[in-house]
């Protein structure tokens, strides 16, 4: 039954409206509105729920055509551990900060022995003293996850709470910023960063559009997510050809693996986010690896 569910769908697309759940490892299917003349959409869920069905933990997903007037396809949409996707909410506030005149992207910032946190990231590696600007402090919170770097600018914007009420106002109510990057003592209290794949669908939709901030903000943090170092998650196997901007989130001790985009494709962007929890890393990441290669394939045929 479900092999032939799975190629009626990938062949025709889902009808207008549908609950759907394949195997018994993905829970909480999700009710959709498809639109029939978007059948790549469909497609997507369906592989989705093929590749992902026996891979261990909770998994979200959310995807969309940016230019379509259509709702995204999005699975799960319960709050997960975030990992380093946090990361792109704190680019947000950064930008809108900076462009309420509150920050300036340019002041200096000299290094202090306090700051130095582990994971990854070089800067833990640079001497005392040396100094950054803002700017280069977002870039480096961005394309290495520089934990901190990101620490730095969540004590320049005014702490953990201040930034978390910011990520509230711009909209991203169900994120939940509540520690520092590496706060063991956080985690040893169960307190831990949160988000939901709508949250994150919706932050690189307006990012996508121009609308994240102001045009120019969204520009400048575009350009950032460029130079992404990590494409070893959803774009390992991506077309050379699909232009990506993304950020991921890895939290191997806590079975979390996530990875967040906006692919364009000559006149066409579209939005892949996947967040899996209480997983093992190998298969999270070869079934990210599968998804994001056959949805490569369905963006380039789908032009």
Excluded at 12 to 36: E, H, R, W
Excluded at 100 to 120: K, R
């Amino acid at each position: 039954m479900f092999r032939i569910m799975l190629i009626h769908i990938l062949l025709f697309g889902m009808p207008y409206s549908t609950t759907i759940q394949f195997g018994n490892q993905l829970k909480n299917p999700i009710s959709t509105t498809v639109s029939a003349i978007a059948p790549i959409r469909s497609q997507v869920l369906a592989l989705f729920h093929m590749i992902f069905n026996n891979v261990k933990g909770e998994h979200q997903l959310y995807f969309r055509t940016v230019q379509e007037n259509t709702a995204p396809i999005v699975y799960n949409s319960q709050p997960a551990r975030s990992a380093s996707i946090i990361k792109l909410y704190i680019l947000a506030v950064l930008f809108e900060q900076s462009e309420q005149g509150m920050i300036d992207l340019n002041s200096m910032y000299s290094l202090q022995s306090s700051d130095i946190v582990g994971g990854t990231g070089s800067i833990q590696n640079a001497l005392i003293g040396t100094t950054y600007s803002l700017q280069q402090l977002a870039k480096e919170m961005i394309i290495s996850s520089d934990n901190t770097a990101t620490n730095i600018l969540i004590d320049r914007l005014g702490g953990v709470q201040f930034v978390n009420q910011q990520i509230h106002q711009m909209g991203f109510k169900r994120t939940q910023l509540r520690r520092k990057m590496l706060d063991f003592k956080a985690l040893e209290n169960g307190i831990d960063n949160e988000t939901t794949v709508i949250d994150v669908g919706n932050l690189l939709t307006r990012l996508a559009q121009g609308e994240l901030v102001s045009k120019s903000a969204s520009q400048a943090m575009l350009t950032i997510l460029e130079q992404q170092h990590d494409h070893e998650k959803l774009f390992a196997r991506m077309s050379e050809d699909v232009k990506v901007y993304n950020k991921t989130g890895t939290f191997a001790e806590r079975g979390v693996l996530a990875d967040a985009g906006i692919m364009a494709y000559r006149n066409h962007q579209y939005i892949l986010v996947v967040i899996s929890n209480d997983g093992e890393m190998t298969q999270q990441q070869q079934a990210m690896q599968k998804l994001g290669y056959e949805i490569g394939q369905l963006i380039i045929g789908d032009n």
